[in-house]
């Protein structure tokens, strides 16, 4: 099955390509097919955003559209940056470094014992019949006051995970891909896909 990517981040299409291979899908960028969309994101969680931009690809390209939003959440500034994670600061100067120095500014004053956060995802197929599949993924850590590793993008220099005592961008892409926020979504997403008859049994 061919499916669309509403997306033009290629850390993106290969984290999700990676994890998808095992799966009876084509994954290809909707550049591919000549279509350039710009869905303005208005919704205000993770699940309504991940569906405009899949739905918006899905009805330009006639075909299935996959699509995911993420970022991280802190607890201690009340889940920000939260959807507006690539966008947190609302300074287009910023890039993706910029945004993570803001975080960390943002938090210089709040102690270890709360700096918790989390990487959320949303992965949202929409198909040309009408059926909308969802899933939800999840990764529970810790912010760090400076950055550690190469690896990954994003925040993730700055997110340690506890279960593996590293940060997203120490880990390597397999073992990122067993644990991230992700990978998480895409297994659900695997399994919703099974039952809906889309994907090998």
Avoid at 114 to 129: S, W, Y
Avoid at 153 to 166: E, N, Q, R, V
Avoid at 190 to 201: D, P, S
């Amino acid at each position: 099955m061919k499916v669309v990517l509403a997306s033009k981040n290629p850390h993106k299409l290969r984290e999700i390509g990676q994890l998808l291979e095992k799966m009876d899908i084509e994954l290809v960028l909707e550049s591919e097919l000549g279509v350039d969309i710009d869905v303005e994101e208005t919704g205000t969680t993770f699940e309504e955003n991940s569906f405009l931009k899949a739905n918006a690809v899905m009805q330009a390209t006639g075909l299935p559209a996959l699509a995911d939003d993420s970022g991280i959440a802190v607890d201690a500034l009340g889940g920000q940056p939260g959807v507006y994670s690539a966008r947190y600061g609302f300074d287009e100067s910023l890039d993706d470094w910029g945004r993570l120095c803001l975080l960390l500014r943002n938090m210089e004053q709040v102690p270890e014992q709360q700096r918790q956060a989390q990487f959320v995802c949303v992965i949202t197929m929409v198909t040309p019949q009408g059926q909308t599949i969802q899933a939800r993924g999840e990764a529970h850590g810790i912010l760090l006051r400076q950055a550690a590793g190469h690896n990954g993008f994003g925040y993730d220099p700055i997110f340690y995970y506890p279960p593996l005592g590293k940060s997203f961008a120490e880990l390597s892409p397999e073992e990122k891909n067993r644990v991230s926020h992700r990978a998480v979504a895409l297994k659900k997403l695997e399994e919703k896909l099974k039952e809906a008859g889309y994907a090998h049994k």
